[in-house]
């Protein structure tokens, strides 16, 4: 499990579930390395601001990641977190690698 | 003392900050942080720290994580991610100001904005990062399994790095600009003695071509002038840090011709009552134990001037 503040994914059940349940979802799947950290620390900070949306983190090693990792979104990302953002259960935006505070609420600004 | 007023304001919390923080704070001088990024600075950069003294073996998020408790059990008011939008240095009372709308006054500022991971600002650079290009090794290395990469860069970064990928990758081509490394000979050594490394000397990335990912570079040779094409899956970039001192550009403080802070003795900037710590100062050696010397010095000369005056 990831050593966030952030709500956990730990299943392909408990995904399926987040996203019918929630019209705004951001997940960030990643590991505690360098470049994923930062993306948890911001989505920390904007969980506080943003409480339309559910934020959530996913360890990218679980065999459950999967749901995130072979989005066709997901396609060609070779750079850890794999950050996806849903409304009504459909991907509206995914990035690779590390993005920084402003760069992630200038996507909660577009999208929801 | 108001809530906006403090004795001590430190902008940057990565190991100079947040020790200048630790040391004031104890002091019980009234201290505010502000980060525009995560606590940490570039210490969380690092998975492992082994050269720490007194810490065996440690993650910088970890030592990040710590250092911030410190500071906070010491009465340190922290804020990160936010944006700074003025800072006035001049006057008595300095004051900074972020987010458009929160102002802070101090009587004293400490510079400790770090520095960042240069970029080579060829074509094609933001649009593969994630997608090809890579930063760092250890996150995104797993992704190369069996795949043939570049590493750009001739530090001890890039040929540490270099061995370090060959875990995972087929083949690793070093791209160098110049004909010798600037690495420790011990880093050079094993780059060179390992089956799958090729070098590139002389040389420059000139852009990043592909389709949804990154399938090609460009590669320019400085002594022919010929551009050539590479096809490959992965690049990896390492050529070395620049300091976060965009800021200062319009400001009185005196920068070096790398926009690197230059201070005195005191580590006092050319503008009184302002010092500067860590990777934003003109200096040689960078590293987490360089900068939480820094940090402490400079925290104690603020201190000393504010109780002077």
Redesign the interface.
């Known amino acids: 499990m990831l050593q966030t503040n952030l709500k956990h994914v730990e299943s392909e059940g408990q995904y399926n579930e987040t996203l019918q349940n929630n019209e705004n979802v951001m997940i960030c799947c990643g590991r505690m390395g360098p470049m994923c950290v930062p993306v948890y620390d911001a989505m920390e900070d904007l969980e506080k601001e943003y409480t339309n949306i559910k934020f959530y983190d996913m360890d990218f090693d679980i065999p459950d990641a999967h749901v995130i990792r072979n989005l066709p979104e997901c396609r060609g990302f070779m750079g850890l977190p794999f950050t996806v953002y849903y409304k009504n259960g459909k991907v509206v935006t995914a990035t690779t690698s590390i993005q920084n505070y402003e760069q992630i609420k200038e996507i909660l600004e577009r999208e929801y | 003392m108001e809530s906006n007023q403090y004795d001590v304001i430190v902008i940057g919390a990565g190991p100079a900050g947040l020790t200048a923080g630790i040391y004031s704070s104890r002091a019980k001088m009234k201290t505010l942080i502000i980060d ?5 600075g570039q210490m ?4 492992e720290i082994a050269n720490y003294p007194g810490v065996e073996s440690t ?3 970890q030592l990040a994580k710590t250092m911030k408790n410190q500071a906070k059990n010491f009465g340190c008011d922290i804020l ?2 936010v ?1 700074l939008t003025d800072v006035e240095f001049d006057s008595k009372i300095k004051s900074v100001t972020i987010n458009d709308k929160d102002k802070y006054a101090a009587k004293v500022i400490i510079w400790a904005t770090g520095g960042r991971s240069r970029m080579l600002n060829v074509p094609g650079e933001k649009k593969f ?8 090794a ?3 290395g797993d ?2 399994q069996d795949k043939e990469i570049v590493v750009i860069g001739g530090g001890n970064s890039a040929l540490e790095e270099a061995v370090a990928l060959t875990k995972y990758a087929s083949k690793v081509t070093i791209i160098h600009e110049f004909d010798h490394f600037q690495a420790f000979e011990h880093a050079v050594s094993e780059a060179r003695k390992n089956p799958k490394i090729n070098f590139i000397m002389e040389s420059h990335v000139v852009e990043f071509t592909g389709g ?2 990154l399938e090609k570079v460009k590669i320019k040779n400085l002594e022919t002038g010929d551009i050539s094409e590479k096809k490959i899956d ?1 690049a990896f970039i390492f050529v070395g840090y620049e300091a976060n001192n965009d800021f200062l550009k319009d400001k009185d403080i005196k920068l070096n011709d790398w926009n690197e802070v230059l201070v005195n003795n005191n580590y006092q900037t050319s503008v009184e009552g302002v010092f500067a710590a860590g990777d934003a100062l003109a200096k040689r050696y960078r590293q987490i134990t360089t900068a939480v010397a820094d940090g402490t010095i400079a925290a104690l000369n603020a201190i000393e001037y504010i109780n002077r005056k």
Do not use: P, V
């Open positions: 525009t990024g995560t606590i940490g969380i950069l690092t998975f993650t910088g998020y990160s991610n944006r990062k994630g997608r090809g290009i890579s930063y760092c250890t996150c995104d992704f190369f949804d990912s992965g």
